[in-house]
Protein backbone atom coordinates (compact mmCIF):
# COMPACT_ATOMS: atom_id res chain seq x y z
CA UNK A 1 0.00 0.00 0.00
CA UNK A 2 1.59 3.86 -0.60
CA UNK A 3 2.81 5.59 1.81
CA UNK A 4 0.32 8.11 1.81
CA UNK A 5 -2.21 5.93 1.60
CA UNK A 6 -1.18 3.92 4.95
CA UNK A 7 -0.43 7.28 6.64
CA UNK A 8 -4.73 8.51 6.13
CA UNK A 9 -5.67 5.73 7.42
CA UNK A 10 -3.90 5.59 10.43
CA UNK A 11 -5.10 9.16 11.14
CA UNK A 12 -8.65 7.40 10.58
CA UNK A 13 -8.03 4.40 13.04
CA UNK A 14 -6.57 7.39 15.45
CA UNK A 15 -9.77 9.97 15.31
CA UNK A 16 -12.26 6.31 15.86
CA UNK A 17 -9.79 5.35 18.86
CA UNK A 18 -10.01 9.16 20.32
CA UNK A 19 -13.80 9.38 19.76
CA UNK A 20 -13.61 6.18 21.86
CA UNK A 21 -12.09 7.02 24.75
CA UNK A 22 -14.00 9.72 25.29
CA UNK A 23 -17.18 7.60 24.76
CA UNK A 24 -16.36 5.57 26.93
CA UNK A 25 -15.58 8.13 29.56
CA UNK A 26 -18.27 10.31 29.13
CA UNK A 27 -20.54 7.08 29.96
CA UNK A 28 -23.31 8.37 28.05
CA UNK A 29 -25.55 7.57 25.26
CA UNK A 30 -24.58 8.62 22.04
CA UNK A 31 -25.84 8.42 18.36
CA UNK A 32 -24.78 6.20 15.64
CA UNK A 33 -22.45 8.53 13.76
CA UNK A 34 -20.97 9.36 17.47
CA UNK A 35 -19.34 5.92 18.61
CA UNK A 36 -17.02 3.46 17.88
CA UNK A 37 -17.80 1.54 14.82
CA UNK A 38 -17.13 -2.68 14.55
CA UNK A 39 -15.54 -2.21 11.46
CA UNK A 40 -14.38 0.78 8.97
CA UNK A 41 -14.12 -0.26 5.69
CA UNK A 42 -11.92 2.46 3.58
CA UNK A 43 -11.88 2.71 0.29
CA UNK A 44 -9.43 5.23 -1.77
CA UNK A 45 -11.04 5.14 -5.19
CA UNK A 46 -8.68 8.21 -6.32
CA UNK A 47 -6.75 5.80 -8.52
CA UNK A 48 -8.81 5.24 -11.50
CA UNK A 49 -6.58 2.12 -12.61
CA UNK A 50 -6.47 0.17 -8.99
CA UNK A 51 -8.40 0.97 -5.64
CA UNK A 52 -6.80 0.25 -2.08
CA UNK A 53 -9.31 -1.14 0.35
CA UNK A 54 -8.63 -1.54 4.25
CA UNK A 55 -11.34 -3.08 6.62
CA UNK A 56 -10.29 -2.37 9.82
CA UNK A 57 -11.83 -3.67 14.14
CA UNK A 58 -10.95 -1.75 16.38
CA UNK A 59 -10.25 -5.09 18.42
CA UNK A 60 -8.29 -8.11 17.66
CA UNK A 61 -10.45 -10.69 15.72
CA UNK A 62 -10.26 -14.27 14.82
CA UNK A 63 -8.30 -14.58 11.29
CA UNK A 64 -11.77 -17.03 10.36
CA UNK A 65 -13.96 -13.89 11.24
CA UNK A 66 -11.74 -11.64 8.78
CA UNK A 67 -11.78 -14.26 6.10
CA UNK A 68 -15.30 -14.50 6.42
CA UNK A 69 -16.08 -10.88 5.82
CA UNK A 70 -13.79 -10.21 2.97
CA UNK A 71 -15.13 -13.19 1.05
CA UNK A 72 -18.28 -11.86 1.60
CA UNK A 73 -17.38 -8.50 0.40
CA UNK A 74 -15.59 -9.70 -2.50
CA UNK A 75 -18.82 -12.16 -3.85
CA UNK A 76 -21.20 -9.36 -2.86
CA UNK A 77 -19.04 -6.40 -4.63
CA UNK A 78 -17.36 -8.03 -7.76
CA UNK A 79 -13.92 -7.21 -6.63
CA UNK A 80 -11.06 -8.90 -6.30
CA UNK A 81 -8.27 -9.39 -3.94
CA UNK A 82 -4.83 -8.42 -4.41
CA UNK A 83 -1.87 -7.85 -2.29
CA UNK A 84 -3.82 -9.26 0.70
CA UNK A 85 -2.39 -8.78 3.88
CA UNK A 86 -4.48 -9.64 6.96
CA UNK A 87 -2.37 -8.54 10.43
CA UNK A 88 -3.20 -7.97 13.70
CA UNK A 89 -1.23 -5.31 16.06
CA UNK A 90 -1.19 -1.90 17.70
CA UNK A 91 -0.60 1.36 16.31
CA UNK A 92 0.90 2.16 19.50
CA UNK A 93 4.39 1.73 20.55
CA UNK A 94 3.04 0.54 24.25
CA UNK A 95 1.06 -1.81 22.41
CA UNK A 96 -2.79 -0.90 23.52
CA UNK A 97 -5.57 -0.87 21.27
CA UNK A 98 -4.30 -3.89 19.11
CA UNK A 99 -6.25 -4.39 16.22
CA UNK A 100 -6.74 -6.73 12.81
CA UNK A 101 -6.83 -5.12 9.99
CA UNK A 102 -7.00 -6.79 5.91
CA UNK A 103 -5.43 -4.51 3.42
CA UNK A 104 -5.84 -5.45 -0.55
CA UNK A 105 -6.11 -3.53 -3.95
CA UNK A 106 -8.83 -4.00 -6.31
CA UNK A 107 -9.13 -2.57 -10.06
CA UNK A 108 -12.41 -1.25 -9.76
CA UNK A 109 -14.45 0.16 -6.67
CA UNK A 110 -16.74 2.67 -8.33
CA UNK A 111 -17.65 4.21 -11.51
CA UNK A 112 -16.84 7.92 -11.63
CA UNK A 113 -19.63 8.22 -14.64
CA UNK A 114 -22.33 7.49 -12.08
CA UNK A 115 -21.81 9.65 -8.99
CA UNK A 116 -21.94 6.19 -6.98
CA UNK A 117 -20.83 5.09 -4.06
CA UNK A 118 -21.57 1.50 -3.43
CA UNK A 119 -22.47 0.97 0.11
CA UNK A 120 -25.55 -1.92 0.05
CA UNK A 121 -23.51 -4.63 -0.50
CA UNK A 122 -20.71 -3.43 1.73
CA UNK A 123 -23.57 -3.29 4.66
CA UNK A 124 -24.59 -6.77 3.82
CA UNK A 125 -20.91 -8.26 3.91
CA UNK A 126 -20.89 -6.61 7.44
CA UNK A 127 -24.58 -7.47 8.25
CA UNK A 128 -23.69 -9.62 11.37
CA UNK A 129 -22.62 -6.28 13.12
CA UNK A 130 -24.11 -3.49 14.79
CA UNK A 131 -22.45 -0.20 14.11
CA UNK A 132 -19.82 -0.70 10.42
CA UNK A 133 -18.06 3.33 8.64
CA UNK A 134 -17.70 2.78 5.36
CA UNK A 135 -15.23 5.73 3.81
CA UNK A 136 -14.78 6.77 0.77
CA UNK A 137 -12.15 8.41 -0.80
CA UNK A 138 -12.49 9.62 -4.44
CA UNK A 139 -11.06 11.99 -7.00
CA UNK A 140 -11.64 15.68 -7.05
CA UNK A 141 -13.73 15.40 -9.99
CA UNK A 142 -16.07 13.12 -8.56
CA UNK A 143 -19.66 14.26 -9.14
CA UNK A 144 -20.90 12.97 -6.05
CA UNK A 145 -25.04 11.18 -6.60
CA UNK A 146 -24.78 8.54 -4.25
CA UNK A 147 -27.07 7.60 -0.84
CA UNK A 148 -27.30 10.81 1.09
CA UNK A 149 -28.74 10.06 5.12
CA UNK A 150 -31.81 6.72 4.77
CA UNK A 151 -33.64 4.79 7.21
CA UNK A 152 -35.83 2.18 6.74
CA UNK A 153 -36.49 -1.49 9.37
CA UNK A 154 -33.22 -2.70 8.90
CA UNK A 155 -30.26 0.41 8.92
CA UNK A 156 -29.85 4.07 9.71
CA UNK A 157 -27.44 5.80 7.18
CA UNK A 158 -25.81 8.65 8.12
CA UNK A 159 -23.87 10.56 5.45
CA UNK A 160 -21.03 13.11 6.32
CA UNK A 161 -18.90 14.60 3.31
CA UNK A 162 -15.46 16.02 2.81
CA UNK A 163 -14.42 17.88 -0.07
CA UNK A 164 -13.59 14.38 -1.66
CA UNK A 165 -13.97 11.84 1.27
CA UNK A 166 -17.40 10.23 1.69
CA UNK A 167 -18.13 9.08 5.33
CA UNK A 168 -21.02 6.78 5.66
CA UNK A 169 -21.79 5.70 9.30
CA UNK A 170 -24.56 2.85 9.46
CA UNK A 171 -26.11 1.29 12.39
CA UNK A 172 -27.89 -2.02 11.98
CA UNK A 173 -31.20 -2.78 13.58
CA UNK A 174 -31.77 -6.11 12.07
CA UNK A 175 -29.35 -8.72 10.90
CA UNK A 176 -31.37 -11.19 8.65
CA UNK A 177 -31.83 -9.09 5.56
CA UNK A 178 -31.07 -10.06 1.96
CA UNK A 179 -31.18 -6.85 0.76
CA UNK A 180 -31.62 -2.65 1.65
CA UNK A 181 -33.75 -1.52 -1.23
CA UNK A 182 -31.42 1.65 -1.35
CA UNK A 183 -31.73 4.38 -3.42
CA UNK A 184 -29.97 4.24 -6.95
CA UNK A 185 -27.92 6.83 -8.68
CA UNK A 186 -30.01 9.97 -8.82
CA UNK A 187 -30.36 11.55 -12.56
CA UNK A 188 -29.38 15.28 -12.47
CA UNK A 189 -31.96 17.43 -13.92
CA UNK A 190 -34.37 14.92 -14.59
CA UNK A 191 -37.09 16.12 -12.01
CA UNK A 192 -36.32 20.13 -13.03
CA UNK A 193 -36.63 19.08 -16.61
CA UNK A 194 -40.10 16.98 -16.17
CA UNK A 195 -40.96 20.29 -14.29
CA UNK A 196 -40.28 22.25 -17.07
CA UNK A 197 -42.01 20.26 -20.05
CA UNK A 198 -45.25 20.31 -17.84
CA UNK A 199 -45.07 24.04 -16.99
CA UNK A 200 -44.29 24.42 -21.08
CA UNK A 201 -47.53 22.27 -21.71
CA UNK A 202 -49.65 24.50 -19.11
CA UNK A 203 -48.24 27.51 -20.16
CA UNK A 204 -49.14 26.21 -24.13
CA UNK A 205 -52.80 24.99 -22.88
CA UNK A 206 -53.21 28.14 -21.78
CA UNK A 207 -52.22 30.66 -24.56
CA UNK A 208 -54.10 28.50 -26.96
CA UNK A 209 -57.46 28.87 -24.61
CA UNK A 210 -56.74 32.49 -24.53
CA UNK A 211 -56.48 32.57 -28.45
CA UNK A 212 -59.82 30.89 -28.50
CA UNK A 213 -61.73 32.88 -26.08
CA UNK A 214 -60.30 35.73 -28.03
CA UNK A 215 -61.21 33.96 -30.85
CA UNK A 216 -64.55 33.42 -30.33
CA UNK A 217 -65.11 37.13 -28.56
CA UNK A 218 -63.91 38.62 -31.36
CA UNK A 219 -66.76 36.90 -33.94
CA UNK A 220 -69.13 37.55 -31.48
CA UNK A 221 -68.21 41.12 -31.35
CA UNK A 222 -68.40 40.86 -35.41
CA UNK A 223 -71.32 39.36 -35.69
CA UNK A 224 -73.12 41.75 -33.87
CA UNK A 225 -72.04 45.01 -35.32
CA UNK A 226 -73.10 43.36 -38.65
CA UNK A 227 -76.24 42.36 -37.38
CA UNK A 228 -76.83 45.96 -36.13
CA UNK A 229 -75.89 47.15 -39.34
CA UNK A 230 -78.51 45.24 -41.00
CA UNK A 231 -80.62 46.37 -38.74
CA UNK A 232 -80.27 49.73 -39.50
CA UNK A 233 -80.71 49.45 -43.16
Known sequence: MPATTTILRLLCLMTALMLSTHVRAAQTAVTPEARMPDVLIWIDARNPARSWVSI???KVVTKLTAETHLASLLKNTGWTAADLKITSGSLMQSGENPMTSVDFSTPVTIQPQTGYLPIEPI???FRDLNAVEIQYIVPATFVFRGVGDFENKHVRIKLNRGSNTYRYSISLKTHDFER????GPRIP????ESADR???????ILVMALALTMAALGFI????LVQKHRTRS
Do not use: E, K, N, V
Open 189 to 192: GAPR
Open 123 to 125: IIA
Open 198 to 204: GLRLTIG
Open 180 to 183: LDLP
Open 56 to 58: TYP
Open 221 to 224: IAAR
